[in-house]
């Protein structure tokens, strides 16, 4: 099956919107994340782990820390988890990072960080 273009972006559009709406429904305001390393204090660098599940590198975020120990049964990572502000993770995501919301769970999620970037616009805030 081919999509003309006007077929395309309607596709496309619907998309955008059922994802804006999914994330702002189901994207805590301090999602949590798992780091390649401990955090450095003395540095402005942070390295969020990502893993490829399926072929496809991933970014795994967890909606609360009841949903980070389901979908990882439990286990120990081996890696610190911290929560992070959404605002400063859609600040330091490169562009091409795909985020997986409670992998593995029946409300997992993926979005793009486009996708993040149009549900949530406001600006980056430091306290």
Partial sequence: MFLTATEFAMH???????????LRQRLPEKPIIVLCSPLDPASDVLNIQDYVMNGETVVPLFSSWE????????????????????SLLAYLAHGSEVFLLDPALDS???????DLRSAFPEPLVLH
């Fill in 67 to 86: 949903a980070l120990n389901e979908s990882t049964h439990g286990k120990d990572l081996g890696r610190p988890v911290v929560e992070i502000s959404r």
């Fill in 12 to 22: 496309k559009r619907e998309y955008t919107i059922n994802t804006t709406r999914l």
């Fill in 108 to 114: 997992e999620l993926r979005f793009t960080v486009s």
